[in-house]
């Protein structure tokens, strides 16, 4: 059911944008082919983004409370959310890296590219599911989140290089994409489709990527101490 | 002289401390909402105790400090012994807690719900499995257990919420109003299983309600808490007689002199104690009320005032609840409604079917 989403997406807009690929600055890659890796970041963010709605629904049916008053340790709530949400990113991205194959795209770079893309997609997620549970405790309103999802994800992905080269954009999306997480993703995935990895972008942008879920987790921990001072 | 030696029912041995022990505890939301404003009680062990008041009076905040779920701003409080400032992880092992939400899992099954519970109080594979069965016959839920908790009613809903706050074998249990918005028979089915806990497996129970009959008929000792204090504290039975006299309650007519009325009363000198007036009704307090009916419509006739009805009863916690805050229940809980958030013909917040809200 999850997945239905980034099907449509890959099918319809690989149709959709097939000849755009004969422009230059594809490099003559398929256009399925550069968008499969875009839209399995863009997966990642939107399922991610859901995370906070878990936590809303578990205030107001007091389950939350009832963690609370339980022996077990407070961070472990906070992790064992984390960990349900990065699982199910690499189940997700691996169904969409074989849908993809299906339908033709072919990942040059090889096995361990992909994982690196897997890495990052997971990271971006947990940057997104911590964003969403920090947003969720602060303002424990399910419309907020939810709109704050759709609001975010939409516009983060056409400021990055998700369905377009990053050439072929007017300059200012350019610069903006340059600092758009969603885009250091999205690079890592370019990575995957020639055979000539370069290391030093995957790495430099699994780093910051890495940084990134650490602040807005710390983020995430700061608004649980102030969910449970409110209670 | 030995007449006046009492068992007191407070009194335990030194070596086994009283379930619950709060004192002076403080707290207050924001910069202004004054929740508990110096509150302290001491529950027995083994006994079913009521924390009885309108909503708003500070009842779940109490409730939320004792569980330590909230940290109160002044006071102190211990649990089975333990101080639940300083320890909160250890008192956290040893209290069960059913809050007003139940906190079940809608999406789960009761079986999932009790197995996840019994995992995050650390316990084992067996030994849950053994746990959960136990108390799905116990709450009659065996036949349903494995059925999602959004099919469930509320009665059943309610069950689980309470076995979910077992499942470690709590040494204390504490109730934020259990049986609220619950129909008479589930009702019923609740208070006899947490009779049955109290008395049978020694559980120390704290339960929280605003209705008046469920704390007169169900708790050894209650404490009825007001405004954020405790204003008397005591058995039911010793709390209604420490009232002198019956209750005598007067309803005048609209255009009557509520003061005229009022004058007219105080002549029953000596006979007449705590009169108060509530909208368009006297209430008093006399002595041998049945024979002094005669006599109060007498004054009340010669000061002009028409009476609808006069009611004459024993007094009922009711009455205890006017003398110490000086209104009565039915009139708090109203008064404490917010007719926002509650627009239903039952009134969610004080459980009235004829709230005027």
Request: aromatic residues 6%.
């Amino acid at each position: 059911m999850q997945l239905t989403q980034p099907l449509i997406w890959l099918l319809l807009f690989g149709q959709l944008f097939k000849n755009v690929a004969q422009l230059p600055g594809f490099g003559g890659a398929s256009y399925i082919d550069y968008l499969a890796p875009g839209v399995l970041v863009m997966n990642t963010l939107f399922s991610n983004g859901w995370s906070g709605t878990a936590y809303i629904v578990d205030m107001e049916r007091g389950v939350l409370d009832r963690f609370l008053v339980a022996p077990a340790r407070r961070s472990s709530f906070l992790i064992g959310q984390l960990a349900y949400w990065a699982v199910l990113t690499i189940i997700q991205s691996i169904i969409l890296i074989g849908i993809a194959l299906l339908v033709g795209a072919r990942f040059a770079g090889g096995a361990v590219s992909l994982l690196a893309l897997i890495a990052g997609a997971v990271l971006l997620g947990l940057s997104m599911a911590s964003f969403s549970n920090a947003l969720a405790l602060r303002l424990r309103q399910q419309e907020t989140v939810i709109a704050a999802n759709v609001m975010l994800v939409l516009p983060l992905c056409f400021l990055s290089s998700t369905f377009l080269p990053t050439t072929l954009m007017p300059e200012w999306i350019q610069t903006v994409a340059r600092y758009n997480p969603v885009n250091w993703a999205v690079e890592i995935g370019r990575q995957t489709l020639d055979a000539g990895v370069d290391w030093g972008i995957v790495l430099s942008r699994l780093g910051w990527l890495a940084a990134l879920a650490a602040l807005l987790g710390w983020l995430a921990v700061r608004s649980f101490r102030a969910y449970q001072r409110s209670v | 002289m030995l007449g006046h030696l009492e068992v007191n029912p407070i009194m335990t041995p030194r070596s086994a401390p009283a379930a619950i022990e709060a004192q002076g505890l403080e707290k207050t939301y924001g910069a202004s909402v004054r929740a508990l404003d110096g509150v302290s009680f001491t529950v027995p062990r083994g006994t079913i105790f009521g924390l009885l008041g309108p909503n708003g009076a500070g009842k779940s905040t109490t409730v939320k400090i004792l569980t330590t779920l909230s940290r109160p701003d002044a006071g102190s409080a211990s649990v089975a012994g333990v101080n639940v400032l300083k320890h909160p992880s250890e008192v956290r092992r040893v209290i069960g807690c059913v809050a007003q939400k139940n906190g079940v899992d809608l999406e789960a099954s009761a079986r999932e719900n009790l197995a996840l519970q019994g995992r995050l109080y650390g316990m084992h594979g067996t030994d849950t499995r053994r746990r959960v069965d136990e108390l799905l016959a116990r709450f009659e839920l065996s036949r349903d257990a494995d059925r999602p908790a959004r099919t469930f009613s509320g009665g059943m809903l309610r069950k689980l919420g309470v076995a979910l706050g077992l499942v470690h074998r709590p040494a204390v249990l504490f109730l934020d109003e259990p049986t609220t918005g619950l129909d008479p028979v589930a009702r019923s089915d609740v208070w006899a299983e947490i009779r049955r806990l109290a008395r049978e497996d020694g559980v120390s129970v704290l339960l929280t309600t605003h209705y008046l009959d469920e704390a007169d008929h169900f708790v050894d000792r209650l404490a009825i808490i007001d405004a954020g204090r405790v204003v008397t504290e005591g058995t039911p039975d010793h709390l209604k007689s420490e009232l002198r006299g019956d209750a005598i309650h007067v309803a005048l007519d609209a255009e009557s002199s509520l003061d005229a009325g009022r004058q007219a009363l105080s002549r029953l000198n000596g006979r007449l104690r705590d009169l108060s007036i509530e909208g368009t009704t006297l209430h008093a307090r006399v002595d041998d009320g049945p024979s002094a009916v005669p006599n109060v419509l007498a004054l009340l006739d010669g000061a002009g005032a028409r009476v609808r009805t006069v009611t004459v009863s024993r007094p009922s916690l009711d009455d205890v609840y006017l003398k110490h805050t000086g209104r009565t229940f039915g009139a708090a809980a109203r008064s404490s409604c917010n007719p926002r958030t509650s627009p239903r013909a039952i009134c969610e917040r004080c459980g009235a079917s004829r709230c005027t809200w």
